[in-house]
């Protein structure tokens, strides 16, 4: 399981566009970089994930360079809504493996 | 994706008792996953649950302590034995939502929030 790093905490205001980086220099051949959304009282909800390059939906965008040691996960005009905790996950593509989280970025969004 | 209903939402346990979490899941599903979260701390993997054979338990958890049941595809339940002040936490029942591509991703439930006396 490629291990994950992420920053602890971050703050942003309102209107502000957020990038979260993630390191993963173990990263296998087999993995996709996969973020989760969690809000207080609730469970993680799945965001965006990608393998290479830029992804891009409704919620956010995903950046992956060439060498895939790292990735950043940006949230664009974030809003007090967007205050969560956000997990960057190394997920194997191959077949089931366990899902281990680690200890996530705890976004605040101040007003 | 899955839809997941977990009950109960949140309890208030004595020392010593032992509580059930029931997971229903909306469609049909191989494997259930269930995680603990410990307050201000990020999810653990209990164990995961297939339907038909012995749940698998990560290191750190038991069956005696943690008997888990997959009765059919849509439903599961984690009993908590004996509780101790320690066994606080959020509990959370999970299914693999599958992928069209890529790695698949995991559906949660909104968590049981245990609280022991």
């Known amino acids: 399981l490629a291990k994950t790093t992420q920053p602890i905490s971050m703050d942003s205001y309102e209107g502000q566009e957020v990038n979260i980086t993630c390191s993963h220099n173990?990263?296998?051949?087999?993995?996709?970089i996969t973020w989760y959304q969690q809000f207080p009282s609730q469970g993680p909800r799945f965001i965006i994930q990608?393998?290479?390059t830029k992804v891009t939906n409704e919620v956010a965008s995903l950046f992956i360079p060439a060498d895939r040691k790292s990735s950043t996960l940006s949230l664009p005009r974030v809003s007090l809504s967007d205050t969560a905790v956000y997990y960057c996950l190394a997920q194997y593509s191959g077949g089931y493996q366990k899902v281990t989280f680690g200890i996530g970025t705890k976004l605040q969004v101040i007003p | 994706s899955a839809v997941i209903s977990q009950k109960p939402s949140r309890d208030i346990c004595q020392r010593g008792t032992s509580l059930t979490i029931q997971c229903q899941v909306d469609s049909q599903v191989t494997m259930m996953f269930w995680y603990r979260q410990q307050p201000g701390q990020s999810l653990t993997l209990i164990a995961t649950a297939n339907q038909g054979s012995e749940a698998t338990y990560e290191s750190g958890f038991v069956i005696d302590k943690f008997p888990i049941s997959r009765p059919n595809l849509t439903f599961s339940t984690l009993t908590v034995s004996n509780m101790s002040p320690e066994d606080s936490s959020i509990y959370l029942c999970?299914?693999?939502?599958?992928?069209?591509?890529?790695?698949?991703?995991?559906?949660f439930g909104a968590g049981s929030r245990l609280t022991v006396l």
């Open positions: 999970s299914v693999d939502a599958g992928a069209s591509s890529g790695a698949n991703v995991l559906t």
């Open positions: 173990n990263i296998a051949t087999n993995d996709y």
């Open positions: 990608g393998y290479k």
